[in-house]
């Protein structure tokens, strides 16, 4: 990105536009801003099927008046597209006298160290590492038949600042490679797949080789062929890390969010302190884990990643919170 978020709208901008929020008697007003550029390139047997860019750049104004949201957003970066903005938001309700933005204490983090900008890699170089892995997955067998390929980037800044005072600003860089292979054989044609991702530079394919991923990719179908159907009936299931963590997310995740616990919408609400998984389950939810993919260094409220414990021992101790629940 060329220029920064916090160079675009300085903060006497910022301050104007949340007092603008606030003009209409509204208890708290606040301003997300987001400035983010991808790309990907794809290969499917051993072709370029597709190469992309993009950049997307807006903002949103968030009001509240007690129970009551407004919400506005635009793509005018400007001080004026915001003040425009701001005002649609407000006007989702009048209330008494204009309430005014306390002093922003403001926070700048960098959840990204790279190393390496993987927007100043050339696609050549991309292509390539998308090569070597097809040639690879082919290498491991000839029911090898099918190899698809995929890189990609996204570089993300965001800036967030509402009238409690509160202002932060953070720039992610995400990094991610995929192979999926297919296999053939007299049982019919079976997937593997391998996928990495992490919140760090180019610098990632230092640890990671592309070659080797493609193999367990290619050795996870080929040995999927001669796999045997599940017996019917109930057994133990083992969830290994990574995409396990995916079920987990979908059993109780949502289930936690303190919105939808505050609405009676969960089976989890009014369970704190109560048992409700297998003593074997703890459940957390972690933002500070450095280089993953979830990381990272303020959240899209403007507030500092953290460790939440959500259950532990199969005990529930904790919902996930936003500012508002």
């Not at 992610?172 to 919140?199: M, N, Y």
């Not at 610098?203 to 159907?229: C, G, I, Q, S, Y």
Request: hydrophobic share 40%.
């Amino acid at each position: 990105m060329s220029k920064k978020l916090t160079d675009l709208i300085p903060q006497d901008t910022v301050i104007k536009v949340l007092n603008e929020a606030l003009s209409s008697g509204a208890d708290f007003a606040e301003l997300f801003a987001e400035n983010s550029t991808s790309s990907s390139i794809s290969l499917d047997d051993g072709k370029v099927e597709s190469l992309s860019s993009s950049a997307d750049a807006g903002a949103g104004i968030r009001v509240i008046y007690g129970e009551t949201t407004g919400f506005a957003h635009t793509s005018d970066l400007s001080e004026e597209g915001l003040l425009i903005a701001a005002r649609q938001a407000a006007s989702v309700k009048s209330g008494s006298a204009a309430n005014q933005v306390a002093k922003l204490d403001w926070v700048d983090v960098a959840t990204s160290r790279i190393e390496v900008d993987p927007s100043e890699v050339s696609k050549e170089k991309k292509i390539s590492l998308l090569r070597e892995a097809d040639s690879a997955a082919r290498f491991a067998g000839d029911e090898i038949t099918q190899v698809a390929a995929r890189i990609a980037d996204r570089s993300r800044e965001i800036l967030v600042a509402n009238s409690d005072g509160h202002a932060a600003s953070d720039t992610q860089i995400k990094t991610l490679f995929s192979v999926s292979t297919v296999a053939s054989g007299d049982t019919g044609l079976q997937t593997g797949r391998e996928t990495i991702g992490h919140t760090v530079g180019f610098e990632m394919f230092d640890n990671h080789d592309v070659t080797e991923l493609a193999a367990k990719a290619a050795k996870r179908a080929l040995t999927k062929l001669d796999a045997k159907p599940a017996p019917a009936g109930t057994w133990p299931v083992v969830i290994g890390p990574g995409s396990g963590g995916v079920l987990f997310h979908e059993a109780c995740g949502h289930g936690l969010e303190a919105d939808l616990v505050h609405k009676g919408a969960s089976v989890f609400a009014d369970r704190i302190g109560t048992k409700v998984a297998s003593e074997a389950v703890t459940l957390i939810d972690d933002g500070t884990m450095t280089g993953e993919w979830g990381t990272y260094g303020v959240d899209d409220e403007g507030y500092a990643g953290q460790e939440n414990v959500l259950i532990k021992d199969g005990v529930l101790l904790d919902y996930m919170w936003d500012a508002k629940t």
